[in-house]
Each structure stands twice: as structure tokens, then as C-alpha cells.
């Protein structure tokens, strides 16, 4: 019976993993064949060699360095807000927080481009610097889900009310409490919610594409749409840049200072 | 009387429409160690959450050293508070614990490093300075709270339940160890609990509390042998309860279950047919007659507990049962469940609850 279960379970455990490594095998083995003949990593040296790449990736990071900051900046004072002096409006603003995933990119980039063209009030998108700003904002926005649900569940495994009480009490400020308490104490977390929001916004299409920047997204599409191999060499590349970011969430958890309660 | 250092005026705080402190009032000397006590609920914790400035009282003052605190935030009441939960900052390690509140206040880095050193020396902790909180025991960590909250030299000290997470042994050394601290440095303190043995060990004074209310406030001594109240002589100490009926009241005599006992002077106000609820100690209480207790009630041996030095004995008396603890004597087996039995007490013992 034992040998049977474990049987199946090692048969699901591998129609899973082949459904996930084959096609990335595929791709993979498919970016190495530029050269006829043999394998090589052609596809990979001209996307590097390619100076559209590499001005549209670190125009990507760029991008995703200032999402990063306006997140942490948006989400960390309203999520310990909420938790500290309003646990009744952690519903609705879990609900807020959720809208991005449920309204497509494209709606909410079509009512940007409505809301702040060149003739209105906000004038974002009269300049390319104030299409940067739009970007990161709309960026801001999609990555809001990951980057609160991540803050929130560092701030649920603290005290957050005693430890501000005590930090008050010793003579602390609102920021001083914020930024040598709390923020450190949830630093992982953080870090979690960045890292998952540059993987959003390096691979993002919809809106660079849409407000006409030079991100990395809209190169990837182009790539793929204009050569064979590239395109898997750059898929590869992608999955490697996630895979990263996840690597160093793991990384980084170890690190994370340790609560008595909570030591291991 | 000198002037109080803190002085709680009229406080009174609600929730929407229900109450949980209504007019507090309580004076507390400079270097006092003064104990709320009281059961959940009992508003304890709110009154010292309003003198630390984490809530606001709808009502009255609170003032220290002749400042009127009672709008000020907590950040700017310059008050020390350990917490139950001990409330160390999990990224900080002991010393840039003990050390916050300098820092904060913008001591320099070499007096703030002196402070920190004769803090832990004062906590007996001198080599955990570079340990980080979940390093140390529940004892340690609420030591460091402690060395935390007074090492900005804090006007007044508040003590929120510090031992109720620790274990007894720990709960026992480490009263103490706050108790000898606070009279070391002579700082005012607040000490809340609802563990009377812990407010009448180490306090000087104790305000107990019931229902949003101070229902008396006195030293250990008046609290307990003195209660002003039923409720007070309830929480306070084991109590023999029994119901009675004056049947004389210039006399002072009183029936208590078919039995009449003499409690002259005692009856103030009441009159022949009232009933009363009478109290005594089981340390008031002694097994058979005794000489100097002059008050015996009969009854039957309900209950036997041998507890090694003590063993603990309940009488039944008409519908009432008496509790008391006689010493273990090896010559004396004790008495057995179902013999008849005499208590004796001296009526200057019993306490007439209103």
C-alpha cells in the first residue's frame, strides 16, 4: 500500500516537473541552435551585443528601481497604518489593493492617456520625463497586490502595536518608529514585495508599449516578432532574472531579524 | 502631606457608550511603589495606558511633578513602561535596546555606552550586551525591558503586567529583583496586576480596583485585614464567607447557622434582624478551642488536603464551609472527613462585610 502511494505520488511529482522543465529544456535547446550545425550561444552574444538591449534593460531597471521606492514608500506606512490604528478598513483596502489584478493593464493605461494627456490638468504625458513618472506610478499599481500582501504578512509576524507603544514611550517619532523599527523588521518582507515587483516590471509589455517608452518589454516583443532564436535566448534570459529574484527572497529570509517567539 | 508627585484627578475614560474608568482619583508620592490590582476588566490597565499617554481620559487630569500630562503625547511625558509582553525590539540587540531611548533623546554616543554598561550592571547582565532579544529567556528579556525603560532616567515607572508571562520560580526572583531596583533609584513606580500575592509582596501602596473603579486604595497591611469592601475582602487572600442574622444588636450577638456568636462593637448601624455576611481569615481560624479565641462554631469535618507542612481542612457548618490550614505535626494524625469539630476564633477576627 506504502509502495503503491509513494509510486503515484513520484509519478505526479514527475508529469509535473516535465511540465514545467520540458518546455524550458525546449526553449533553452532551441535559443543554442543560431548556428547551424552545433550548438552555441550566438543568440545570447548578439541580443548582448545588441545595444537596444541593452539600453531598454536598464532603462527597465531604472524603471523598476523607482516603482520599488514608490511602493515601499505607498505600502509601508498604509499597511502599518492599518494595522496599528484602522484593522477595520484592512478589507477594503486589501480589496483596493487587489483591483490591479482584476482590471486589465490596458484599462488602466487607456484611462491614464485620457486622464493626463498633453491638455489636461496633469500634463504627464506632454514630456517623456513625466511619461517616466506615469510609468512608474502605473508600475506601482500593478505591483501593488504582491508588494502589500508581502509588507503585511512581514507586519503580521511582529507586535506592531506594543513595539511602537515602546518605541513611543522611549521618546520615539512617527518616523523614527517607522524607520528604525518597524521597516527593519519587516525589511524581508520588503525585499520580497521589490524583488517581485521588478520581475513585473522587466517583463512588462502593455504599458511601456502603450505610453511609447523604451522599456524592455516592448523589445522582447519586438525581438519576437522580427527573429528565430533570440526570442528563446530571451525567454531563457527572463526566466534567469525571475529565478534570481526568488533566489535572493530566499536568501534574504534567512536573514531576517528573528522575534523571541518566533526563533527559528 | 507633601505634594503628590502623581496625581490622578477625577479620570474617567469610555469606549462609545460603555465606561471602563470612572472617576478615578489616586495620589501617589514621590519614589512610591504603588500596585493597581484588580481582576480582567477592571479598567487597571487602562488608567496606567492613560498615564503613559497611549489613551486619552474622557474626562479629568493627570498631572506630574505639578505638570498638568494629560494631553501631552507619549513620546513627550519622559515615562519609563515595561511591557507583558516584553516589547524588545527584535532587530536591536540588548544593548542598542537598552540604549534606544538615549539615542533617541541625543546623548552622546560615549555617556549613552556608559549608561547602557551601568544598566546592565544594575540588571545583573553585564556580559549580554551584543545578544540579540530571542537569544535570552523570557526572565532576561524582561530584565532588559526594565534596564530599557529606565535608563533615560524616566520621571515615573509603569510596570504592565511584567511577570504575568513568566514562570513562577522566575515571577518570584524577578519581583523582587524590580522591587530592590525601584527603591535602589527611588523612582516612582505604577505596577499593574491581578496577582494580589505579587501587589502585596512588594507594594507600598494598593489601589484595588473593580468595575472601572478604585474600590480602596491602601498599604498591603489595611488591604487585606482591613477590607472596606466585600469585593475587596473577596480578591484579597483565601476568605471564610457566612451568612448571618443579628438577634441582639446592642449586645452583638449573631446567629450563624442555628449558632450564636458575640461580635460587640462590631455591628455599627445595624439593627436586630438584619442579615450580614461575615468574614474571617483561615489564618484566623484554629481547629478545637484555643485560649484567646473567644467565638466557637460546630460543625463536621468536610474536607481533608494534607499539603505536607500544612494541611488544609474544611468544616462544614449548617449550609456554610469554613476553610482553614493547621500545621503538620507528626505526633498528630490528622483529623478525618466526617468527625465532628469545633472552630475557634477571636471575634475581633471577623470581618463584617457591607
Known amino acids: 500500500m506504502k509502495q503503491g502511494s509513494r509510486f503515484w505520488a513520484w509519478l505526479v511529482f514527475g508529469v509535473g516537473t516535465a511540465y514545467f522543465v520540458l518546455p524550458l529544456l525546449a526553449t533553452f535547446e532551441f535559443s543554442l541552435r543560431k548556428r547551424r550545425g552545433e550548438y552555441s550561444f550566438d543568440a545570447y552574444r548578439s541580443l548582448f551585443e545588441d545595444p537596444n538591449f541593452q539600453t531598454t534593460f536598464t532603462y527597465s531597471v531604472v524603471v523598476a528601481v523607482f516603482t520599488i521606492l514608490l511602493g515601499v514608500l505607498l505600502v509601508v506606512p498604509t499597511a502599518y497604518w492599518i494595522r496599528l490604528r484602522l484593522p477595520n478598513l484592512r478589507p477594503l483596502v486589501e480589496f ?6 482584476v482590471i486589465p493593464a490596458i484599462v488602466i493605461v487607456f484611462g491614464y492617456i485620457r486622464m493626463f494627456g498633453s491638455n489636461s490638468t496633469l500634463p504627464f504625458l506632454a514630456t517623456a520625463r513625466g511619461t517616466d513618472v506615469l510609468l512608474v506610478i502605473g508600475y506601482a499599481v500593478l505591483a501593488l497586490p504582491y508588494m502589500y500582501r508581502a509588507v503585511d504578512t512581514g507586519l503580521r509576524t511582529i507586535d506592531v502595536r506594543t513595539l511602537t507603544e515602546a518605541a513611543q514611550i522611549l521618546g520615539a517619532g512617527w518616523t523614527t518608529i517607522i524607520a528604525r523599527i518597524i521597516l527593519p523588521n519587516v525589511l524581508i518582507a520588503v525585499l520580497s514585495g521589490a524583488f517581485l515587483s521588478f520581475a513585473i516590471v522587466i517583463g512588462e ?7 511609447n517608452r523604451p522599456a524592455f518589454g516592448p523589445y522582447l516583443q519586438n525581438i519576437g516578432a522580427n527573429s528565430a532564436y533570440e526570442p528563446s535566448a530571451l525567454a531563457i534570459i527572463s526566466f534567469a532574472i525571475t529565478w534570481g529574484c526568488m533566489s535572493l ?3 534574504l529570509s534567512r536573514f531576517a531579524p528573528k522575534s523571541a517567539n518566533r526563533p527559528n | 502631606m507633601a505634594e503628590p508627585f502623581l496625581s490622578i484627578q477625577q479620570v474617567q475614560k469610555s469606549f462609545g457608550a460603555t ?3 470612572q472617576d478615578f482619583n489616586l495620589d501617589v508620592e514621590p519614589g ?6 484588580g481582576p480582567s476588566g477592571c479598567g487597571k490597565t487602562t488608567v496606567l495606558r492613560m498615564v503613559a499617554g497611549f489613551e486619552e481620559p474622557s474626562a479629568g487630569k493627570i498631572v506630574v511633578a505639578g505638570k498638568d500630562i494629560t494631553r501631552l503625547k507619549p513620546n513627550q511625558r519622559n515615562v519609563g513602561m515595561v511591557f507583558q509582553a516584553y516589547a524588545l525590539f527584535p532587530n536591536l540587540t540588548v544593548a542598542q535596546n537598552i540604549g534606544f531611548g538615549l539615542k533617541v533623546a541625543g546623548m552622546p554616543k560615549p555617556d549613552a555606552d556608559r549608561r547602557v554598561a551601568e544598566m546592565l550592571d544594575l540588571i545583573k547582565l553585564p556580559q549580554m550586551g551584543d545578544r540579540y532579544p530571542y537569544q535570552l529567556s523570557g526572565g532576561q528579556q524582561q530584565r532588559i525591558a526594565l534596564a530599557r525603560a529606565i535608563a533615560p532616567k524616566p520621571k515615573l515607572l509603569l510596570l504592565d503586567e511584567p511577570l504575568s508571562a513568566l514562570d513562577a520560580k522566575v515571577r518570584v526572583s524577578l519581583r523582587e529583583e524590580i522591587r530592590s531596583i525601584q527603591k535602589k533609584l527611588g523612582i516612582t513606580t505604577i505596577f499593574v496586576t491581578h496577582d494580589q500575592e ?10 484595588v480596583m473593580y468595575g472601572g473603579k478604585a474600590e480602596q486604595v491602601g498599604t498591603p497591611f489595611e488591604i487585606y485585614n482591613r477590607p472596606a469592601t466585600k469585593f475587596v475582602a473577596n480578591f484579597v487572600g483565601t476568605l471564610n464567607v457566612l451568612e448571618g442574622t443579628v438577634t441582639d444588636a446592642a449586645s452583638g450577638k449573631v446567629r450563624v447557622n ?8 462590631k455591628l455599627n448601624g445595624s439593627k436586630s434582624g438584619d442579615t450580614l455576611s461575615l468574614a474571617l481569615r483561615p489564618e484566623a481560624i484554629s481547629l478545637g478551642r484555643h485560649p484567646g479565641r473567644d467565638s466557637s462554631l460546630s460543625g463536621e469535618i468536610a474536607e481533608v488536603h494534607f499539603l505536607g507542612s500544612v494541611i488544609r481542612v474544611r468544616v462544614g457548618i449548617g449550609g456554610s464551609t469554613v476553610s482553614l490550614d493547621t500545621f503538620n505535626s507528626p505526633a498528630t494524625p490528622p483529623p478525618a472527613v466526617g468527625e465532628k469539630a469545633e472552630i475557634s476564633f477571636s471575634s475581633g477576627d471577623m470581618l463584617v462585610l457591607h
Open chain 2, 258 to 265: 442555628s449558632q450564636e456568636v458575640s461580635l460587640k462593637g
Open chain 2, 19 to 21: 465606561t471602563v474608568v
Open chain 2, 198 to 207: 505579587e501587589a502585596l509582596s512588594i507594594s507600598d501602596r494598593i489601589a
Open chain 1, 96 to 101: 483596493i489593493t487587489l483591483l490591479p489584478l
Open chain 1, 249 to 251: 527572497i530566499q536568501i
Open chain 2, 32 to 37: 512610591e511603589f504603588v500596585s493597581f490590582l
Open chain 1, 205 to 211: 509589455f502593455t504599458m511601456a508599449s502603450l505610453l
